[in-house]
């Protein structure tokens, strides 16, 4: 039981989470998706989106405007899923969710 509850609290904490649902909302914008909830935490941006090498630094670029982040270069490499994208914009800082 406590593995159910425990499961359905992360889940709550992911769904309220107001910068995993901006990148999210970014992510499906450039992959042209009618629904958003495609772009789950671990679908690979390239084998499950089918998004290119284009499509990320267009991702890249929307993170940065709205976010007020500048990401390095190097960091390009791991940006593979909606979790990296999270993790990422956690790590460069403290950049405000755009309130919708």
Known sequence: MKKVRR???????KESDPL?????AIIAEVAE???AEQVRDDADL???LGLDSMQTLEIVLEI????????PADRLR????L???VALARD???GEVEKS
């Open 20 to 24: 995993r649902e901006q990148l999210r």
């Open 78 to 81: 791991g940006l593979r899923s």
């Open 83 to 85: 979790g990296d994208a």
């Open 64 to 71: 940065e405007q709205q976010l007020g982040l500048s990401v």
């Open 92 to 94: 460069l800082g403290p």
């Open 46 to 48: 390239f084998a499950d």
């Open 33 to 35: 998706l009618e629904d």
């Open 7 to 13: 499961a359905l609290a992360m889940k709550a904490d």
